[in-house]
């Protein structure tokens, strides 16, 4: 297993915390980078090609103000935004592209859920799918609980997109956070292994903090659980924490290097412990 976490670009001494702490790559937000200027997208490619470190993947896809699904649905702006954002940011090289963007994708009321569908297959098909051979990535579809969205709720319905679609290029992404917070199956996971392309994780039962040993017993089941899943499913993928910062509430007495500014001390902290977390639960499955 690969393991990543989910920064800002413009957040340069982050990389380097997360090379010092044995992450194997970097996650980040795409859309905020289409009215970035081109400076600070490469200012973040040297930032990682200093640490020695991956742009393995990239989320937040579409901005919340881009309409997919709907009457109003703009499918010419979507594919012109593809067209766009990918050629800009072609230097991070990134591997995974996560289809979530619930504001983009959501169903307006009154709007029929399989003609959003039908609208979401197109945008993919016409537009991402293309991009995805063009620069070499393959889009990962993410499911999103309801309260950031109405539409492709469940695993099931991601990877049933994914199949409608079948092409090898569109896959599904499991994030524990929104497995949780829907009752989700986990014992799905092993069936998907096939079409399961990237992981997110946090913690559906506490204020989506970063996975820590001192969480409570029932989200530790959890989370291993998950790991059981991913490793019946044969999955040796990324796996990124998506989450908030805050679970530790004293790191005064925590050995962070002097190095490390004020400002990102309990990113250090947390993401260190995180990530030792994480590896023991994999190792105890």
Known sequence: ???????????LRRVKILKETGFDYVEVPLSPMHSAKKEEIEEFAEA???EKMRC????????????????NAEPQKAGDYIEEIFEKTKSLKFEKVVFGSGGARKVPEGFGMEAAMGQIVKIIEDHLVPAAEKYGFAIAIEELNKGETNILNSLAECAELAKR??????????DLYHIGMENDDLGQLPGYGGILAHCHIANPKDSRFYPQASDSPESIALYKKFFSGLKSAGYGGGISIEGNLGKIKDISELPIPEWVGEDDRLFYAESKKSLEFMRSIQKSN
């Open 56 to 71: 393995a993947a990239v989320n937040v896809l579409f901005p919340g103000d881009l309409r997919l699904t709907g009457k």
């Open 48 to 50: 990682l090609e200093k």
């Open 165 to 174: 679609i079948n092409n090898p290029k569109v896959l599904l992404l499991a």
């Open 1 to 11: 297993m690969l393991y990543g976490n989910c920064i800002s670009f413009r957040e």
